[in-house]
């Protein structure tokens, strides 16, 4: 496959709809794959082990930590979570673009280590918006709740160092903006730098 796949960090403040937006395009184009991360926080209802975390304890977490097994990695509300270097590089080796729902302390050693990636933030529409998705999407507790609307403030802190906002107002719209930044990046000459000399091979020889 002559495609590289190209990087892209999606991060926003918990309960901004990350998850949902990130479930359609991987759902809509085969060529996204999600990078699914490791943690130490316990499993929500519903959720499936190696498809959307690798579920581990915090002893065997920071074993593969000291072994340099993640690509990045951070504390997240209390929790840890960390990016498998080897999972996400080998999908980029088969030409999948690889999706990073990370948070923005992630986002800070990928941009360090991955500098071509595509960089995206969601924003909530408002502070009261965020409170009430948290509770009503009804998978964490009142302390939780609490926890994550103190930290919404510093990932939204951290934005500058975006290439694009999303606001994540009206579903359908936050979606078409997602998909017009996925499409946009898959067209840079990076994610296939041999295109034009194999279309410019077709005239050598012609007369
Ligand atoms: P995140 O992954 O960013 O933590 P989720 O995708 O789990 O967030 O979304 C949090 C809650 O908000 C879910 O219940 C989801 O259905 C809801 N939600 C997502 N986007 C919207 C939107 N545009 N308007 C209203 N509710 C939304
Ligand atoms: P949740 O517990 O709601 O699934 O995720 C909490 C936060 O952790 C979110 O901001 C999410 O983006 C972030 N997160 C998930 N996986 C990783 C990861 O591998 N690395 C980092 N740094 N953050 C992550």
Redesign the pocket.
Known sequence: MSRIGQFYVL????GTG??TLVRRLTREFPSVRF?V???T?APREGEVHGKD?FFTDKDEFMRLAGQGF?A???E??G?C???PLEFTRGLAEQGFDVL????V???R?LKESLPGACFAMLLPPSRASLEARLRGRGTDDEATIAKRMRNAAG?LAAADMFDYWIVNDDLEKAYDSLRAVYLARTLVPSADPGQVSRLLAQWEGAS
């Open positions: 991060c926003a403040p918990s990350k998850s990078s991360s490791y943690t926080r975390y993640f990045e990695w951070a997240v509300h929790n979570y960390g990016t990073f729902d990370i948070d302390q992630g986002a050693q990932e």
